[in-house]
């Protein structure tokens, strides 16, 4: 084993062995080289102020070189701001005003340890380097049954892990936290989960509210009180699109510091927050109870991201950073967030109308991009091949009964009329049946 991994996991296993225990084996081995291309490199952009001879990158007239036909369109932007590498963690500046955003929005964090957000690839990328440090083969990943299709392909067919799934809602149309008990108890021969937590849910727009909240943390101590070691992730992909009455900050901050045998890992991004999915810049980050604990999880995810990707895009980095320092943000953010409030609103008051009763029932949802039609009468994939093929319709089938729409995409007078042509999609599929 390379010394800098070893002395990782030694500082692990002094400060917290239960945080040791819940890296892979790969998690175990990784590790960030200090004495390779990226470090001298660092050390002489700081001290090598005759000539620079380190990274391969090319310099012209003392900025980076660059074509005018490019640099025409991004003439705001000074040319070492984006055209230059970035850091394998990132940015530096825009981690800590990512740190500052989290601080501000995360009032249950207050008084307790977390570090400084790193840099991914968007949250897709985030969510593998938590699969690569903590996914085993064989080692349970949690989620519900209502989730996003990437996590099986993240978690387990990269990594071997085994998915354990329990129904989203129980029968108070609620968050199903004895599901997530239950599922998180079973566990205890293994002696490890990993926990994902999604909110705004995908596909069903849900998001528990206080007590829920209470429910899930409690279930997720109890587990760590049982003896499992427990990697509580919340992927907190469309957050702050909290439309209701539900939790408006994220479980990461109530599960920071919960029990020494929980390490919670918040992955998050700009991608949906900030309405730039093409730039994909997302972050890592991690609660624990000490910096020399927190110092080595970054070195060993900056070693993920060293392995991998190398580093993030510096000119997406450099949009980001300069939207989250402009007085105008937060102005033209609430903008943003009320047209998608209204957008959801106006689907819901639609549903609950009652047109459409006896077709379908739909899941409970309070934020986020989309929401989960339960069909009925007809199957769901059925329904939206014929959506598509007869009236250009575009949804998203899920099982048996359920369709996922993205009122995220649809102009609110325009969802009316989304609606009324579903239905009549259904009413086809029926006819086509019974003829």
């Known amino acids: 084993m390379n010394p800098l991994a070893k002395q990782a996991n030694d500082t692990l296993e002094r400060e917290n062995k239960h945080i040791l225990d819940m ?56 040319p070492k701001d984006i055209y230059e590498y970035a850091p394998p963690a990132g940015k530096p500046e825009l981690r800590a005003a990512w740190r500052n955003k989290i601080v501000a929005e995360t009032p249950s964090l207050a008084g307790k340890k977390f570090g400084n957000p790193v840099v991914t690839n968007a949250l897709t990328h985030g969510l593998s380097i938590v699969a690569d440090l903590f996914a085993g083969e064989g080692d349970a990943v949690i989620y519900p049954d209502k989730n996003w299709e990437n996590y099986e392909l993240t978690f387990g067919i990269r990594r071997g892990a ?20 239950d599922a998180i108890l079973a566990q205890k021969d293994k002696g490890k989960a990993i926990v994902v937590l999604n909110f705004p849910n995908n596909p069903t727009g849900y998001t528990p509210g206080a007590e829920e909240g209470k429910q899930i943390v409690a279930a997720i101590k109890e587990g760590a009180e049982a003896g499992i070691n427990i990697v509580a992730v919340t992927d907190d992909a469309y957050y702050g699109l909290f439309f209701e009455d539900s939790l408006h900050e994220s479980l990461f901050g109530a599960l920071a510091d919960v029990h020494p045998r929980v390490l919670a890992v918040k992955v998050d991004g700009a991608t949906k927050e900030e309405y730039v ?54 102005a033209q953010k609430k903008e943003k967030y009320d047209i998608m409030k209204g957008r959801a609103n106006r689907v819901k008051s639609l ?23 339960k069909l009925l009468t007809v199957n769901a994939e059925t329904l939206r091949v014929h959506l598509l093929d007869k009236y250009g319709v575009g949804t998203i089938a899920l099982g048996e009964t359920d369709l996922r729409v993205a009122f995220s995409c649809i102009e609110e007078k325009d969802i009316e009329d989304l609606f009324q042509t579903i239905h009549s999609g259904v009413k086809d599929v029926e006819k086509a049946v019974v003829g």
């Open 23 to 78: 890296l892979s084996n790969l998690g175990k081995q990784i590790y960030f080289p200090k004495e390779g291309i990226l470090s001298q490199s660092a050390e002489a952009k700081t001290k090598a102020k005759t000539y620079n001879a380190t990274i391969g990158i090319a310099i012209e007239n003392g900025q980076p070189m660059h074509l005018k036909v490019i640099q025409d369109t991004l003439s705001a932007y000074a």
């Open 351 to 373: 549903l609950d109308s009652g047109k459409f009763d006896g077709v379908w029932e739909y899941y409970p949802f309070n934020s986020g991009y989309f929401m989960c039609l």
């Open 162 to 181: 085994v998915t354990v799934n329990f129904p989203l809602y129980n029968e108070s149309g609620t968050f199903n936290a004895t599901g997530l008990r």
């Open 277 to 330: 999915w093409g730039f994909r810049v997302g972050f890592i980050t991690y609660a624990a109870s000490n910096d020399a604990i927190l110092a080595a999880l970054e070195q060993k995810t900056m070693g993920i991201i060293r392995a991998t990707i190398s580093s993030g895009p510096h000119p997406s980095q450099t949009f980001v950073l300069k939207a989250l320092q402009s007085p105008e943000f937060e």
